[in-house]
C-alpha cells in the first residue's frame, strides 16, 4: 500500500487536474460537465485541503437550482461536443443549460459535513445558512413533485436519476419504455470508454425516448411523475434522500431555524417507516417497487444495501451486514453492484456488477453509524485496496480490481481523501 500522504497527494492531483475553477468535471472526455451528485461528494475531498474551494463547489451546484426547487443532474458550464445527449436534446430553456432530471440529493449530508469540520467558522455559518433554505426546497420538491400519492418516498422516472444508470433493476420496468420515434444519435461514451463497459445501445435509445417524451411536455415537473412510463421507488435513492433530510435537520437546528428542521425530521421519520414497504426477507436487504405495478423488483442489487446510509432500524441493519457478508464470499472486493451469483452480474459493466468507491464510502458511513465498524473498515480497505491495484478508475471488478469506464476520476479521489483523513485504522 502506499504510503498515506503520496495516496492523499496523488488523489488532490486527480481534483486539481478536473478543477474548472468553480465547478469539477468527473474527468476530462467522457464526462465534461458538472454533475450534481458527483459535485456534492466530491466537496468532502476538497473540505480537506481547500475549505473554500469545497463549498464552492456546492454553491455553484444551487446557483442553477430550478425555481420550482429541483437541482438538475446535469449543468453544461461550457459547449463540449464530446458528450451526448448534450444540451440541444435536453432543450430545457435555462440561461446557463441544464438537463431536465435530478440525481441522489446527497448535498444535505455533505454540507452538514462541511460545516462540522470548517475552520472558518464565520464563513462556514454564512453558507451553510444560504445554501439551507435551498437545500430544504429540493427535498421538499421531491415530495411534491415524485410522491404525488404521499407514500412517503420518492421515486424515479429515469434511470439516470439514481446514478445507477443501468442497473439490473431496472430491466423489467424499462421494458415498457418504448424506442420507436428516438432521433438518430451518435454516443460519445463509447468513444472514451470500453464499449463492454457502458450501457448497450438498446438501454441508451430508451434513455433517450424519456428525454425526448420529457420534452414534450415542457419538462413540467407537475406532470412528469404520471406521465412516465418509467416510475421506480429505489431504496438506495430515498435514504439518500433521508439521510440528508435528517442532517439538514440537525443543522438547521444548529443553525436557529427550527421549523425547517422540525420539518426535515418528519420527512425522514416518515419516510424510514415507508422503507419496510421495500424489505424482502427472501434477500435479507431492501429492493426497489415498481410503483406502475406496485411490485417489488425481483433483484438483489446494492441499491437496497445503501439503504444502510439512513437511519434504518437495528434489526435491518444487522441483517444487511449479513448481506454484505455473504456478497463477500462470492467476489474478492467489497461491494459489488450486483450480487455475483445472479445469471445478470457483469463485473466490469457499469452498474451490473462493478464495485464504486462513492457507495461503498456511503454503506460503509451508514453500517459504522449503526455499530459495525468491523465491516465498514472491511468495506474501506477494500476502496484503497483497489486504489493500490488499478489507481483512481471510475469503477472496478469486484472479482479482478480491473479498473473500469474513466480514468484518473474525481470522485473516486475525494473519497480516497475522505476515507484516509477520517479513519485511522487504514492510515
Aim: proline fraction near 6%.
Amino acid at each position: 500500500m502506499p504510503d498515506k500522504s503520496d495516496l492523499i497527494e496523488q488523489a488532490q492531483k486527480v481534483m486539481r487536474r478536473n478543477d474548472r475553477g468553480h465547478y469539477t468535471v468527473p474527468t476530462h472526455g467522457l464526462y465534461p460537465f458538472q454533475w450534481n451528485w458527483d459535485s456534492a461528494l466530491s466537496a468532502l475531498g476538497f473540505s480537506h485541503f481547500d475549505e473554500a474551494r469545497a463549498w464552492a463547489e456546492i454553491e455553484t451546484l444551487f446557483a442553477h437550482q430550478w425555481d420550482d426547487g429541483m437541482v438538475p443532474h446535469i449543468i453544461f458550464h461550457e459547449h463540449d461536443e464530446g458528450y451526448f445527449p448534450g444540451p440541444d436534446v435536453w432543450d430545457t430553456g435555462r440561461g446557463v443549460p441544464t438537463t431536465g432530471i435530478t440525481q441522489p440529493p446527497v448535498a444535505g449530508f455533505a454540507v452538514r459535513r462541511l460545516f462540522e469540520r470548517a475552520k472558518d467558522r464565520n464563513s462556514a455559518e454564512t453558507k451553510a445558512r444560504a445554501l439551507l433554505p435551498k437545500i430544504h426546497a429540493w427535498h421538499e420538491w421531491f415530495l411534491r413533485c415524485r410522491d404525488p400519492m404521499n407514500s412517503g418516498l420518492a421515486a424515479v422516472i429515469h434511470p439516470w436519476e439514481t446514478g445507477r444508470d443501468n442497473s439490473v433493476d431496472w430491466d423489467r420496468a424499462f421494458e415498457r419504455v418504448p424506442t420507436e420515434g428516438v432521433a438518430p444519435f451518435t454516443r460519445r461514451d463509447t468513444q472514451h470508454a470500453n464499449p463492454d463497459h457502458r450501457p448497450t445501445d438498446e438501454q441508451y435509445k430508451r434513455y433517450i425516448w424519456l428525454v425526448q417524451h420529457f420534452r414534450k411536455l415542457d419538462w413540467d415537473n407537475t406532470r412528469l411523475h404520471d406521465a412516465s412510463p418509467f416510475q421506480v421507488v429505489d431504496p438506495g435513492f430515498n435514504a439518500i434522500l433521508l439521510r440528508s433530510c435528517l442532517d439538514l435537520a440537525e443543522l438547521a437546528k444548529r443553525l436557529g431555524e427550527p421549523d425547517i428542521a422540525k420539518r426535515s425530521r418528519t420527512i425522514a421519520e416518515d419516510g424510514i417507516a415507508a422503507m419496510e414497504r421495500l424489505w424482502s426477507e427472501k434477500y435479507g436487504q431492501y429492493l426497489c417497487l415498481d410503483r406502475v405495478t406496485g411490485q417489488l423488483i425481483d433483484s438483489p442489487s446494492i441499491g437496497g444495501i445503501l439503504a444502510a446510509f439512513t437511519s434504518i432500524p437495528t434489526d435491518r441493519a444487522n441483517a444487511l451486514v449479513r448481506r454484505v457478508e455473504t456478497l463477500a464470499q462470492s467476489c474478492t472486493y467489497l461491494v459489488p453492484s450486483h450480487d455475483p451469483t445472479k445469471p445478470e452480474f457483469d463485473g466490469l459493466r457499469y452498474w451490473r456488477g462493478p464495485v464504486w468507491l462513492i457507495v461503498n464510502y456511503m454503506i460503509a458511513d451508514g453500517l459504522e453509524r449503526a455499530g459495525h465498524r468491523g465491516t465498514a473498515e472491511r468495506i474501506m480497505a477494500d476502496c484503497l485496496r483497489l486504489i493500490e491495484k488499478s489507481g483512481f478508475a471510475e469503477y472496478y471488478g469486484p472479482i479482478t480490481a480491473e479498473g473500469c469506464g474513466g480514468d484518473s476520476f474525481t470522485w473516486t479521489a475525494a473519497m480516497v481523501i475522505e476515507i484516509l483523513n477520517t479513519h485511522e485504522v487504514l492510515a
